[in-house]
């Protein structure tokens, strides 16, 4: 086991300096020179050459590479003397259309984003496995015909017609819930505000999600319960409510981890439906503004961002695989 | 002698799109303490149906159910066919357990052999986690896996077809049920594993007097290990009696069909086979006369009735044996003869 | 008479890679190691064995469908090891495989008519009165009815579809074919109708047959001769008479004890060899003779040498201590 995870844990980083020079080298190969893009209309030929210089535009390839990539560790300075300015680490760039260091961006965007993914994911398993559950032990029932009514909206409804539909009926309509035009706070600081906020975007964001893992869950516990080692179960004299917990979801429920753990993955690259109709500052709208104004320092760094949580979800989901399926562990 | 099981004229019917699938069709048997007693047919004529509503294992919803099956527990008599959901539960494991056919897929991949062998026990018996390990470990070691202490421990797929049906076997007889059913328990396996499991099966039946109902298509296994035989062909017993009934003086054509066909090891030589032409009927449209008809050789020496429109009933041609055919009984008794297994020719 | 098919040392090896990442070979599973046996024109050869033995390996590999590892094989004299894919293509119309599963192997959206003409398709050849009667005369000698010819496998059960890949496999008149247990997935009175279909079958064409499964009692009735693997390996061949009355191999021995026999009296009375433990993993098979870990005769010396076949009257046998 140890050696599986040290294997991985190697994999994972292998993997992550592959796509961060990818990265790197896609934005290089655009046909825009980052250093004229760092002033916008009122560029001047010296500006945009001091920019370079300050930014190490004029430095090879692979130098400014090893530059960004060692700045992540241990920060990175910028220009000499009474211009110099610099990022402490993990840097990951300075964006010269917003005068800050990303890094520092991303510190203010990925707390919206991640208590979007995170409070959606939660509300979107529990609805979605609850009502695949029910709807698989009462097959052909009404209960079954509801979820497949839900699962077929869900699947079908695009979130920004969700999100508006739930804006305008919930908010605008019955005021149910209160139209929220303030910033975002820290569910440390003010649980209620913090829920108030994040109430509308999770339900929009957990709605397609619930149907898919509705429709999901109920075909995998339909389908396990038909397994040879279910009517084993059965023939044991177990309850029926130990038959269903313990032996037809943990094998039905254990590949869902691989999907919720990706799923979840893309959504910390950003929502950007969800996080634009409900004006939320989270990463998904920071990056599309980002590709808006060709803020390249922040449009890397957050592709890369992106690459890199995909590939540390992928690695937690495996592992967490191997401790749930034996077969997995030993092998 | 003592009476386990009594199935009185058990039908099972299962609804399906195409039609009503009548998979057994007034099947009645009885089963004692200490014997074997099998169930022979070719692949489709209800056997497993027949074994799974003897633990009431069909979905209620999808199968109708009528007849009796009485099972004799400690506690009674109790009728699986009607006794509600929670009386059916406390038979299970307990007073009848069940092995089934692929030993592959029996088993629960994600839990260990020992979680699940202390789960049935600990269902029945209520014992400590401890105790029930230890009891684990003992009838792992009573089937004859080696190493138990450790093997406890492992998951199925450490263990290869043949040791998973013992773990099988260890976990239906964990409890001491009074009635075993086998389906099939050693089609999966190779010969040589097979000759393992059921002398192992044997074994247990003569330290635990158990009954067993054991389910198979293959006529080798029955004469190695049946007392009495149910010949079932398109859901209905087609010819019942001792396992030298069946195999010396079949009455019943599809029996002696059934015996015809098959290649001995021992004895006689490479002539063909007399296969028997044709193939079973469709279950949703069963032919209004004798099943077998269309493939039988016989009809048109029948006198008195029609094979193809009076569907014949199972008599008793001789005491304990049954056979369902119109044919006159010396007919039978003189082709019979004729596809008889000759009888200690090793 | 020069065998139609004779194989000389014959071993095909699969590697096993342990995962991706690591991409080097964790070992080998010695699926065939070793086998050698002629095949005379006529002649039926039965081969027998537990599952996993390499069986359906061997019956590959003699036809090349997998590239063997080592040894030789020879098709009516010549040797046909190292030629070229396309060079084989000219060998492909006069060898022919049956597989186990009727259900698996015919194409599911092609008619049976399509099915049975493909080897005529691939071949580019068309025979006499065109492909259609040809294959509605084949659909006949196998026992299906011709008329059925735009029909679909699912459409048919069991035992005809294993008469369609039949069908399929003679439509070349091949001299050999390899029949992969052809009846396993069949019941008994099916199987026996499948039997008599290719006992005739080779009477009339004379084509000679290496012919898989793993009932002794099926294997008996149709063969010539019998070779018995185990791990990989031949234990024992010999004609099948002579096999089923006086086995030499332990192995086949208690291979043959453990058939249940469908006679009652029989059953009560004879005595069975009970053979301990499980199949070894063909990855790292015991040293000497494979067969050591689970024979009651093994000495120090089956663990330590191999035995080679060796003659025992119309037997060759691999044991150092035969019967
Ligand atoms: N749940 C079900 N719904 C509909 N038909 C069923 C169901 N279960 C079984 N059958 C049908 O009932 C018939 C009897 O099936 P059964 O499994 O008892 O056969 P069997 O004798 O055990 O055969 P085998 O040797 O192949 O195991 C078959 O035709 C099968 O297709
Ligand atoms: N393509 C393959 N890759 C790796 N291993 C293989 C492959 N094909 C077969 N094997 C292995 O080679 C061994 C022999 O397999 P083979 O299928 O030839 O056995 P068999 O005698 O035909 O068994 P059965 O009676 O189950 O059909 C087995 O251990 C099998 O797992
Ligand atoms: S009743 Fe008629 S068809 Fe049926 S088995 Fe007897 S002779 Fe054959
Ligand atoms: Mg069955
Ligand atoms: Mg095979």
Known sequence: MINYISRRLLYAAVILLLVSMAVYAIFQFLPFDPAALTCGKNCRPNLIAANRVRLGFDKPLWEQYWLFLSGIFVGRDYGVGSAAFSCSAPSLGYSFRQNACVTDLIKQALPVTLSLAIGALILWLIVGIGLGILAARFKDSPIDTGSTIFVLIGTSLPTFVTGLLLLIYLTLKNNIIPLNFDAYVSVFDNPSKFFMYFLLPWITLAFAFSAIYTRYTRSAVIETSGEDYIRTAWAKGLKSSVVLRKHTLRAALAPLTTLAGLDFAGLLGGAILTETIFNLPGLGRMSLKAVNDFDLPVVLATTLLAATIVVIMNLIVDLLYAVLDPRVRVG | ?346 | MTPIVKVENLTKHFPIKKNALARRKAGNVKAVDGISFEIAPGETLGMVGESGCGKTTAGRTIIKLYEPTGGKIYFEGEDITEISPSAMRSYRSKMQIIFQDPFASLNPRHTIGRIIAAPFEIQNITPEGGVKRAVQTLMERVGLNPEHYNRFPHEFSGGQRQRIGIARSIALKPKFIVADEPVSALDVSIQAQIINLLDDLQTEFGMSFLFIAHDLSVVQHISDRVAVMYLGKIMEIAPTTDLYAAPHHPYTKALLSAVPVPDPQTERTRERILLHGDLPSPMNPPTGCVFNTRCWKAQDRCRIDEPELLQIGTSSVACHFPE
């Open chain 2, 1 to 346: 002698m003592t009476r386990l099981l009594d199935i009185n004229d058990l039908h099972v019917t299962f609804p399906t799109e195409d039609g009503n699938v009548k998979a057994v069709d007034g099947l009645s048997l009885t089963l004692d303490a200490g014997e074997t007693v099998a169930i022979v047919g070719e692949s489709g004529s209800g056997k497993t149906v027949t074994s799974l509503s003897v633990l009431g294992l069909h979905n209620k919803k999808r199968t109708r159910l009528t007849g009796e099956i009485l099972v004799h527990s400690e506690r009674g008599v109790v009728d699986v066919v009607s006794c509600d959901d929670e009386e059916l539960r406390k038979l299970r494991g307990s007073a009848v357990a069940m092995i089934f056919q692929d030993p592959m897929s029996s088993l629960h991949p994600y839990y260990s052999i020992g979680n699940q062998l202390s789960e049935a026990y600990r269902v029945v018996t209520k014992a400590s986690k401890k105790d029930a390990l230890k009891r684990c470990v003992e009838m792992l070691d009573l089937v004859g896996i080696p190493e138990p202490q450790k093997r406890v421990k492992e998951y199925p797929h450490q263990f290869s077809g043949g040791m998973r049906q013992r773990v099988m076997i260890a976990m239906a007889i964990i409890n001491n049920p009074r009635i075993l059913i086998a389906d099939e328990p050693t089609t999966a396996l190779d010969v040589t594993v097979q000759a393992q499991i059921l002398s192992l099966l044997k074994e247990l039946q003569r330290e635990f007097n158990m009954g067993i109902l054991l389910i198979t298509h293959d006529l080798g296994v029955v004469a190695e290990v049946a007392d009495r035989v149910n010949v079932m062909y398109a859901g209905k017993v087609v010819e019942r009696g001792t396992v030298d009934d069946i195999y010396y003086r079949p009455l019943a054509p599809y029996t002696m069909g059934l015996l015809s066909s098959i290649p001995s090891v021992y004895g006689k030589g490479t002539g063909r086979l007399s296969a028997i032409p044709g193939q079973p009927p469709s279950l949703i449209s069963l032919p209004e006369g004798c099943s077998f008809a269309s493939r039988c050789s016989f009809p048109s020496q029948v006198v008195g009735a029609s094979c193809a429109t009076d569907a014949p009933h199972l008599s008793e041609d001789e005491p304990g044996h049954f056979a369902r055919c119109h044919l006159a009984l010396a007919d039978r008794r003189t082709a019979g003869a004729k596809f008889a297994a000759k009888g200690g020719t090793a």
